[in-house]
C-alpha cells in the first residue's frame, strides 16, 4: 500500500483513477510515498526519505525544485494537456464574450431591477451591446501545443481566418493543426499583420476576374 498526499483540491475523476487496493490517498501525512500537487509551491518542501514520485496534475513544474529531487531519486511528472480541452473552450468563451461585450451587457442589466419601463428601456438601450461577430474576423495564436492547436482549430470553425506561430512545432502538433490555418515561421510577421489590420490596410489578395460592363455578354472561347 502506497501513501499519496495531496497538496491541492484534486479533482475526484483523477483520484479515483488511484487503486483504492494499492494507493491510500490522504492529505495529512508525514510520510507520503507520493505527491499529487497543482499549483502549491515545493521549493522549499523538505522531503521525507521514503518518497518516490512527485505528480503535478498539470503542465508546467516550476513549483517543483527539480534539481533537488533529482539529487534524491525522487521521479518529477506532469500531465502534459490533461487541461487543454477546458482551457480552449475558456480562450474561446472569452473571445466570444470581450467581442460580443457580454460582461457589460449583463452588467447593464442587473441595474433594470425594478424598471416599470424595462421592455423600452432594453429596446432602446440594447444597440449598445451588439458588438462584432467574430466570423471573418483575423486571430493570432502564438503557441500550437495542446491549447493553442484546439484553439486555432475551433477559430478556422467559427469561420475566423487564422495565423499561429510556434517556434518548436512538432509534427504531431502540426498534423493536429486544421489545414486552414496559415502557421507563419516568424513571430514578426504576426506583428506586421496586427499593424496591418489595425491601420485599416487591406492585406493582399488574390486577383479577381476583371469586371464586364453591365450587359455586356461575356465572350465565347474559340474551340
Known amino acids: ?63 517543483i525544485p527539480l534539481e533537488r529531487c533529482s539529487e534524491q531519486g525522487i521521479v518529477v511528472f506532469n500531465t502534459p494537456g490533461a487541461n487543454a480541452n477546458a482551457v480552449a473552450e475558456l480562450v474561446i468563451g472569452m473571445l466570444i464574450a470581450g467581442s460580443r461585450n457580454v460582461a457589460a451587457a449583463a452588467q447593464w442589466c442587473q441595474g433594470l431591477t425594478g424598471d416599470p419601463a424595462m421592455a423600452k428601456t432594453v429596446e432602446k438601450g440594447k444597440k449598445q451591446f451588439v458588438g462584432n461577430e467574430i466570423k471573418g474576423k483575423t486571430l493570432g495564436v502564438i503557441g500550437l501545443g495542446a491549447i493553442g492547436s484546439r484553439v486555432a482549430n475551433c477559430a478556422i470553425e467559427l469561420g475566423m481566418e487564422v495565423y499561429g506561430y510556434d517556434p518548436y512545432l512538432s509534427v504531431d502538433a502540426a498534423l493536429r493543426l486544421d489545414r486552414h490555418v496559415h502557421v507563419v515561421k516568424d513571430v514578426n510577421e504576426l506583428r506586421i499583420l496586427r499593424k496591418t489590420l489595425s491601420t485599416g490596410t487591406e492585406l493582399a489578395k488574390p486577383q479577381q476576374p476583371a469586371q464586364l460592363p453591365q450587359g455586356q455578354p461575356v465572350p465565347q472561347q474559340k474551340k
Open 1 to 63: 500500500m502506497y501513501t499519496i498526499k495531496t497538496l491541492n483540491a484534486i479533482s475526484p475523476v483523477g483520484l479515483a483513477k488511484l487503486n483504492n487496493k494499492q494507493f491510500d490517498v490522504a492529505v495529512d501525512t508525514d510520510a507520503p510515498d507520493g505527491i499529487l500537487v497543482r499549483s502549491a509551491d515545493m521549493l522549499n518542501t523538505a522531503f521525507n526519505d521514503n518518497l518516490l514520485a512527485i505528480a503535478r496534475a498539470g503542465a508546467g513544474v516550476n513549483n
